[in-house]
C-alpha cells in the first residue's frame, strides 16, 4: 500500500523543522512592537563652547554628554564605580565574603571548568527537547530538575516559622 503524498510531504516538513536548532534561549520578540531596550536614558545634551575645535566623529567612541555610561549605571545602582576596573583590589568591605568563599582554595581556571562542563550537561540534557514544531524557550525544560519552586520554599519557611513579609501567601 502507497503512503499518500500529502503524508509524506507533511512527514517531511515535521521532520526538517525538528531539525533546527535556534539555541537553547528563544528572546525573540513575540511582535513587532517597541524594544524597550533601545530607548537609553543618557544625560541631556549640551552646546560646545567653540565648534571649530569639536573631535572628529569615532564609531563605537566614548560619547561627549556621557562618556562612561556603565559606570554611570553601577553609581546609580548602589556600587563602585572603581568596581569596573579588573585591576583595582577587592575592597574592604568584600573581604570577609573573600575569605569565606575561598576557604577550600580557589582553582585559577574556574570559570573556564564551569562553562565546559555546563555545556556538557546542556548537550546531554537538551538532546531530546530540540525535536519541536514551534520555537518554544527550552532553558526551563533542560534546567527543570535543578530549578526551585519558590512557591514550596516559601510554605516550608513558614511552616518552620521564619517570616516571609515578602511574599503573599498562597490562595
Known sequence: MRMPRAILVLTLAVVVAGCSDI??????????????FSVLPVKPLTQPKDYAFLPAPTPGGANLTDPNPKADAVVALGGSEAALNPNTAIPASDAALVTASSRYGVPANTRQVTAE?????????????????????????VYERQSIDANATNEAARRRGIETPSAPPLE
Open 117 to 141: 562542563e555546563d555545556a556538557a550537561f546542556r548537550k546531554n540534557r537538551g538532546r531530546w527537547t530540540r525535536l519541536r514544531l514551534f520555537p518554544v524557550d527550552r532553558y526551563s525544560q
Open 23 to 36: 539555541g537553547l534561549r528563544n528572546l525573540d520578540p513575540p511582535g513587532a512592537g517597541p524594544d524597550e
